[in-house]
């Protein structure tokens, strides 16, 4: 059983920046995907980024040049910098940690942007 816990969530400005983080109750990251979802009010959850425990990372189109995703596997930690806020990224911020069959969900955290 794995737990993941988030932080770092808040009130931004448009144009600012937050940074994510994401620990697991184990050392998981030499065998879990890590990834990062949000969910918007009123709509599905989507992929924000991923990362691979050999530092392979994916971005979903929208945050393209301004997240970065990236983990520390010493402290089992992930986390999603992220930079250029824009109102669109207002949602619930959730942590994965994916090893099929097993899947894991952080509680989520709420970013909003908003002048």
């Known amino acids: 059983q794995v737990q993941l816990v988030e932080s770092g969530g808040g009130l931004v400005q448009p144009g600012g920046s937050l940074r994510l983080s994401c620990a697991a109750s184990?050392?998981?990251?030499?065998?879990?995907?890590m990834g990062w979802y949000r969910q918007a009010p009123g709509k599905q959850r989507e992929l924000v980024a991923s990362?691979?425990?050999?530092?392979?990372?994916n971005y979903a189109d929208p945050v393209k040049g301004r997240f970065t995703i990236s983990r520390d596997n010493a402290d089992n930690t992930v986390y999603l910098r992220m930079n250029s806020l824009k109102p669109e990224d207002t949602a619930v911020y959730y942590c994965?940690?994916?090893?099929?069959?097993?899947?894991?969900w952080g509680q989520g955290t709420q970013v909003t942007v908003s002048s």
């Open positions: 990362i691979t425990s050999s530092g392979r990372t």
């Open positions: 184990r050392s998981i990251f030499s065998m879990y995907v």
């Open positions: 994965n940690a994916a090893s099929p069959p097993r899947i894991y």
